[in-house]
Protein backbone atom coordinates (compact mmCIF):
# COMPACT_ATOMS: atom_id res chain seq x y z
CA UNK A 1 0.00 0.00 0.00
CA UNK A 2 1.40 3.57 -0.59
CA UNK A 3 1.03 5.96 1.70
CA UNK A 4 2.14 8.80 -0.52
CA UNK A 5 0.01 11.01 -1.97
CA UNK A 6 -0.27 13.13 -4.51
CA UNK A 7 -1.26 16.82 -4.56
CA UNK A 8 -0.11 20.24 -3.78
CA UNK A 9 1.23 22.02 -0.73
CA UNK A 10 1.60 26.11 -0.01
CA UNK A 11 3.35 27.64 2.91
CA UNK A 12 4.83 31.20 3.40
CA UNK A 13 8.04 31.17 3.28
CA UNK A 14 11.02 34.44 4.47
CA UNK A 15 12.95 35.32 1.55
CA UNK A 16 16.08 36.64 2.01
CA UNK A 17 17.28 38.75 -0.80
CA UNK A 18 20.82 40.99 -1.30
CA UNK A 19 21.05 44.74 -1.91
CA UNK A 20 24.89 45.32 -3.42
CA UNK A 21 27.07 44.10 -6.66
CA UNK A 22 25.74 40.93 -7.68
CA UNK A 23 29.61 39.52 -8.36
CA UNK A 24 29.81 40.38 -4.60
CA UNK A 25 26.59 38.86 -3.36
CA UNK A 26 28.08 35.34 -5.00
CA UNK A 27 31.68 36.00 -3.45
CA UNK A 28 30.19 36.17 -0.17
CA UNK A 29 27.47 33.19 -0.44
CA UNK A 30 29.62 30.82 -1.85
CA UNK A 31 32.09 31.79 0.94
CA UNK A 32 29.51 30.53 3.55
CA UNK A 33 26.85 27.66 2.38
CA UNK A 34 27.61 23.89 1.84
CA UNK A 35 25.90 24.29 -1.80
CA UNK A 36 28.03 25.27 -4.62
CA UNK A 37 26.22 28.50 -6.19
CA UNK A 38 27.65 27.93 -10.02
CA UNK A 39 24.76 24.96 -10.05
CA UNK A 40 21.54 28.01 -10.30
CA UNK A 41 23.32 27.72 -13.85
CA UNK A 42 21.34 24.60 -14.97
CA UNK A 43 18.74 24.77 -11.69
CA UNK A 44 15.99 26.17 -10.74
CA UNK A 45 17.18 26.03 -7.11
CA UNK A 46 19.56 24.05 -4.94
CA UNK A 47 18.98 22.66 -1.22
CA UNK A 48 21.85 24.40 1.26
CA UNK A 49 22.93 24.49 4.53
CA UNK A 50 24.34 27.40 6.35
CA UNK A 51 26.85 25.59 9.21
CA UNK A 52 28.73 27.33 12.28
CA UNK A 53 32.56 26.73 12.23
CA UNK A 54 32.11 23.26 13.92
CA UNK A 55 30.05 21.68 10.84
CA UNK A 56 26.77 21.53 12.85
CA UNK A 57 23.60 22.91 10.66
CA UNK A 58 22.10 26.38 11.54
CA UNK A 59 19.68 26.73 9.27
CA UNK A 60 18.72 24.77 5.92
CA UNK A 61 17.21 26.64 2.81
CA UNK A 62 16.52 26.64 -0.67
CA UNK A 63 18.44 28.89 -3.15
CA UNK A 64 17.11 30.59 -6.21
CA UNK A 65 18.98 32.64 -8.97
CA UNK A 66 15.30 33.44 -10.89
CA UNK A 67 16.29 37.31 -9.79
CA UNK A 68 19.41 37.51 -8.66
CA UNK A 69 20.37 35.24 -5.82
CA UNK A 70 17.60 34.49 -3.14
CA UNK A 71 17.76 31.95 -0.17
CA UNK A 72 14.45 31.16 0.55
CA UNK A 73 13.96 29.58 4.06
CA UNK A 74 11.19 28.69 6.64
CA UNK A 75 10.24 31.64 8.53
CA UNK A 76 10.85 29.66 11.91
CA UNK A 77 15.45 29.56 10.55
CA UNK A 78 14.76 32.98 9.03
CA UNK A 79 16.13 34.74 12.17
CA UNK A 80 18.97 32.59 12.87
CA UNK A 81 20.30 32.35 9.45
CA UNK A 82 20.56 36.46 8.80
CA UNK A 83 22.08 36.42 12.05
CA UNK A 84 24.80 34.31 10.89
CA UNK A 85 25.24 36.12 7.65
CA UNK A 86 25.09 39.43 9.39
CA UNK A 87 28.45 38.48 10.75
CA UNK A 88 30.41 38.91 7.57
CA UNK A 89 28.40 40.54 5.20
CA UNK A 90 29.73 43.89 6.16
CA UNK A 91 33.07 42.57 4.58
CA UNK A 92 31.60 42.72 1.07
CA UNK A 93 29.44 45.96 1.15
CA UNK A 94 26.04 44.43 0.89
CA UNK A 95 22.96 44.60 3.16
CA UNK A 96 20.09 41.91 2.90
CA UNK A 97 16.30 42.57 2.58
CA UNK A 98 13.48 40.11 3.71
CA UNK A 99 9.94 39.53 2.43
CA UNK A 100 7.32 36.66 2.98
CA UNK A 101 6.34 34.56 -0.47
CA UNK A 102 4.14 31.57 -0.71
CA UNK A 103 5.78 28.39 -1.82
CA UNK A 104 4.08 25.42 -3.74
CA UNK A 105 5.45 22.02 -2.70
CA UNK A 106 3.74 19.93 -5.92
CA UNK A 107 3.84 15.93 -5.15
CA UNK A 108 3.77 13.73 -7.89
CA UNK A 109 4.56 9.85 -9.29
CA UNK A 110 7.24 9.77 -11.43
CA UNK A 111 6.98 10.54 -14.86
CA UNK A 112 9.74 11.24 -17.36
CA UNK A 113 8.45 14.82 -18.93
CA UNK A 114 7.98 16.24 -15.71
CA UNK A 115 10.97 18.32 -13.89
CA UNK A 116 11.52 17.76 -10.03
CA UNK A 117 13.57 18.48 -7.20
CA UNK A 118 12.97 15.87 -4.78
CA UNK A 119 12.79 12.12 -5.54
CA UNK A 120 12.88 8.63 -3.82
CA UNK A 121 11.99 6.17 -6.53
CA UNK A 122 8.88 6.64 -8.07
CA UNK A 123 8.01 9.61 -5.68
CA UNK A 124 8.54 12.99 -6.47
CA UNK A 125 8.09 17.11 -5.53
CA UNK A 126 8.73 19.78 -7.06
CA UNK A 127 8.96 23.59 -5.85
CA UNK A 128 7.32 26.86 -7.30
CA UNK A 129 7.05 30.01 -6.11
CA UNK A 130 3.18 30.14 -7.36
CA UNK A 131 0.05 28.34 -5.87
CA UNK A 132 -0.86 25.40 -8.73
CA UNK A 133 -4.85 25.62 -8.54
CA UNK A 134 -5.42 22.76 -10.85
CA UNK A 135 -3.59 20.34 -8.49
CA UNK A 136 -5.35 18.69 -4.87
CA UNK A 137 -4.21 20.43 -1.75
CA UNK A 138 -3.10 18.46 0.83
CA UNK A 139 -2.78 18.56 4.32
CA UNK A 140 -0.29 19.68 6.20
CA UNK A 141 0.22 15.87 7.86
CA UNK A 142 -0.03 15.01 4.39
CA UNK A 143 2.68 16.95 3.27
CA UNK A 144 4.63 16.05 6.47
CA UNK A 145 3.95 12.87 5.66
CA UNK A 146 5.30 13.08 1.87
CA UNK A 147 8.38 14.62 3.15
CA UNK A 148 9.71 12.30 5.14
CA UNK A 149 8.68 8.95 2.33
CA UNK A 150 10.87 11.09 0.25
CA UNK A 151 14.17 10.62 2.78
CA UNK A 152 14.33 14.14 3.97
CA UNK A 153 14.35 15.19 7.34
CA UNK A 154 11.74 18.37 7.35
CA UNK A 155 14.17 20.94 9.31
CA UNK A 156 13.14 23.74 11.53
CA UNK A 157 13.83 26.21 14.36
CA UNK A 158 14.80 23.60 17.15
CA UNK A 159 17.02 21.66 14.73
CA UNK A 160 19.58 24.60 14.82
CA UNK A 161 22.79 23.45 15.87
CA UNK A 162 21.92 19.80 16.54
CA UNK A 163 23.11 17.92 13.64
CA UNK A 164 25.40 17.77 10.90
CA UNK A 165 24.56 17.16 7.34
CA UNK A 166 25.65 13.72 7.64
CA UNK A 167 23.73 13.28 10.45
CA UNK A 168 20.59 13.93 8.42
CA UNK A 169 21.53 12.64 4.71
CA UNK A 170 22.58 16.28 3.71
CA UNK A 171 25.72 15.32 2.47
CA UNK A 172 24.49 14.03 -0.59
CA UNK A 173 21.76 16.61 -1.53
CA UNK A 174 22.88 19.79 0.11
CA UNK A 175 26.88 19.82 0.04
CA UNK A 176 29.24 20.52 -2.65
CA UNK A 177 32.63 18.72 -1.63
CA UNK A 178 34.20 20.04 -4.74
CA UNK A 179 33.91 24.22 -4.34
CA UNK A 180 36.05 24.46 -1.97
CA UNK A 181 35.88 27.06 1.61
CA UNK A 182 32.68 26.83 3.30
CA UNK A 183 31.86 27.59 7.29
CA UNK A 184 32.53 24.34 8.78
CA UNK A 185 33.90 22.66 5.33
CA UNK A 186 36.64 20.97 6.99
CA UNK A 187 34.60 19.01 9.73
CA UNK A 188 32.15 18.04 6.80
CA UNK A 189 34.82 16.96 4.48
CA UNK A 190 37.13 15.19 7.12
CA UNK A 191 33.67 12.93 7.79
CA UNK A 192 33.04 12.45 4.22
CA UNK A 193 36.51 11.41 3.10
CA UNK A 194 37.87 9.18 6.34
CA UNK A 195 34.50 7.74 7.36
CA UNK A 196 34.94 3.87 6.54
CA UNK A 197 30.71 3.77 6.79
CA UNK A 198 28.71 5.88 5.81
CA UNK A 199 25.32 6.78 7.66
CA UNK A 200 22.22 5.43 5.51
CA UNK A 201 18.84 7.68 6.01
CA UNK A 202 15.75 6.06 5.07
CA UNK A 203 11.97 6.21 5.54
CA UNK A 204 10.15 2.89 6.83
CA UNK A 205 6.95 1.82 8.89
CA UNK A 206 7.31 1.56 12.34
CA UNK A 207 7.36 -2.35 12.17
CA UNK A 208 10.26 -2.53 9.57
CA UNK A 209 13.27 -1.86 11.72
CA UNK A 210 13.57 -5.25 13.11
CA UNK A 211 15.12 -5.65 9.49
CA UNK A 212 17.70 -3.30 9.17
CA UNK A 213 21.05 -4.80 9.85
CA UNK A 214 22.37 -2.88 12.27
CA UNK A 215 23.15 -2.39 15.90
CA UNK A 216 22.86 1.56 15.81
CA UNK A 217 19.64 2.99 14.14
CA UNK A 218 18.66 6.20 15.16
CA UNK A 219 14.83 7.60 15.11
CA UNK A 220 15.37 11.25 13.28
CA UNK A 221 11.59 11.88 12.78
CA UNK A 222 8.51 9.81 13.39
CA UNK A 223 5.10 10.52 12.00
CA UNK A 224 1.73 8.68 13.28
CA UNK A 225 -1.28 8.68 9.97
CA UNK A 226 -4.34 6.46 10.90
CA UNK A 227 -2.99 3.26 12.66
CA UNK A 228 0.48 3.45 11.17
CA UNK A 229 3.66 4.68 12.61
CA UNK A 230 6.17 6.33 9.91
CA UNK A 231 10.07 6.80 10.41
CA UNK A 232 13.05 8.53 9.15
CA UNK A 233 15.72 6.64 10.59
CA UNK A 234 19.88 6.77 10.47
CA UNK A 235 21.84 3.40 10.85
CA UNK A 236 25.56 2.66 9.93
CA UNK A 237 25.15 -0.67 7.96
CA UNK A 238 26.85 -3.98 10.07
Known sequence: ESYFKPGSFTINKEVISFLGEEKKVFEFLQ?????????????????????????FIKAEFLVSGANGIEIISDESCANILIEELNKFIKFYGLEIETNT?????????????????????EICCDINIFKDSCDSLLTIEDFELNILLLGQFLFSCPDSGMHRPHDLGMNKSHVSFKKGCFRGQEVIARTEHLSKKKKEIIPIEHQDETNIDSKKIKTLKEISSGENIFKLVSFIPN
Open 101 to 121: REVTYKFFNNTAEKDYLLANG
Open 31 to 55: GQITADLKDLESKKFIQSCLCDEKG
